[in-house]
């Protein structure tokens, strides 16, 4: 099992409900892949984009650190892109 890195960035205008609600759903997105979550927190909680993505400015940064089997990754990436709340995520080998 390695461990991995996964940042999420979504709309920071949006309520903290649905906030909680996507990352909530990145965490069992690991956990259907294969993976084991050991941490989630906010990383940034309000930061301007460098650029537009999906038309917004600002977004609100989580980080999730997990352990997984290397295969996973390639499961768990598809199911965060169907999700349209996650503006950007990025998943890094630690």
Do not use: C
Not at 5 to 17: P, T
Not at 61 to 81: C, G, H, M, T
């Amino acid at each position: 099992m390695s461990k991995y890195e996964l940042v999420v960035i979504v709309d920071a205008k949006i309520n903290q409900d649905e906030k909680d609600g996507i990352v909530k759903n990145a965490t069992e997105a690991v956990a259907k892949g294969g993976g084991k979550v050991i941490n989630s927190q906010v990383w940034i909680e309000k930061q301007k984009l460098a650029f537009k993505m999906k038309h917004r400015t600002e977004g609100t940064y989580y980080l999730i650190n997990f352990e997984s089997p290397a295969d996973a990754v390639a499961k768990i990436r598809p199911i965060l892109k169907l999700n349209e709340d996650i503006l950007r995520f990025a998943i890094t080998k630690v």
